[in-house]
C-alpha cells in the first residue's frame, strides 16, 4: 500500500496560504518540529513561482550577513558592503508587486534581522511568509496572522508510513505499523525516523509526549495525608488530624485549580 506523498497531505494549509499571500497579506505559519512548515512552504514558492512570482528565500546558518547575501542572490540582486547596506539595497526590491519573502525557521533568525523584517519590510507593503516553532508573542511574531499546522490524525500518518516503508522496502503489517504511530504521534517526520529505526530493529519509545503523567505522585501524596490522619486518630492527636485533614483539602483544591489551567505540550522531535 503506498499512499500520498506528505506535500500532498498538506493541501488545506497550502491552499489557505496562497489565499492569503495572494491578496498581499504576508502569513506566520507555526509548528512542531517535523510537521509539515517548510514543506508546505516550499509548496507555496512554487506555486507562485508558477503564477509569475518573484521568490526571495535564504537560510540562517549564523551570520546574518551571509543571510542577506543568500536572499539577494535568490532574487538575482548583487549583495556589496555591510549587512546594513545590503538591507538598504534589497528593501525596495522585496517590496516590488508579486514579491515573496520566505523566512524558514524564522525564531532562529537574528534579531537585526527580524527588526529589519518588521520596521522596514511590513511597513513597506512586502509578502513575507514565515514559518517558526513556538515564537514569542512579539515583534513580528505578533503582527503577523497564524496559520497553525495540526498534528496529523490516524489516516494521514498511516498513510506517510505505508508511503516511506515501500520506498525502503520494508513489509509493514497492521499492528506494527500501530506501533509506530503510537510513537509518533501525529508528526510524520517523527513517524518516518521511528519508522527507519523499526527497520533496523531499533527498540525506541519515540519523543512523542503530550503531558507530564503525575498520576503517581498524586496517589502518593494523598496515602501519605490519609496516614497522616490516620495516626492523628490513633493517638488522639486532634491537632494532627485537623492538619492531615485540613492539608487534604488544600492538596484538592490546587489540584482542580491545576487542572484547570491551560497546559502547554512538552518539546517534541527538534524542540
Known sequence: MVGPAPAELRTTEVDRTLAMLATGQSVLLIGEAGSGKTTIARQVGEELRKAG??????????MAKETLIEIAESIGQAAEGSAAQIRTDLTPDLCRNQTLLIVDDAHQWPVSIRLWLEKS????????????????RSGIFLKLPRIEIEAWGEEKIRSVLYSEAARIGLHLSASKAARIQAKAGGNPLLAKRVLTEAAHELDTEGDHREYLDLSPFVLAILSALSILRFIGLGLGDRQLYLIGGITMVIFFVARQIWQALPRKRSARLGQ
Not at 512570482?53 to 549564523?62: D, E, F, H, M, P
Not at 519590510?121 to 514569542?136: C, E
Open 121 to 136: 519590510l511590513l511597513p513597506s507593503g512586502a509578502v513575507l511568509l514565515l514559518t517558526a516553532i513556538a515564537p514569542p
Open 53 to 62: 512570482w518573484r521568490i526571495a528565500q535564504g537560510q540562517y546558518l549564523g
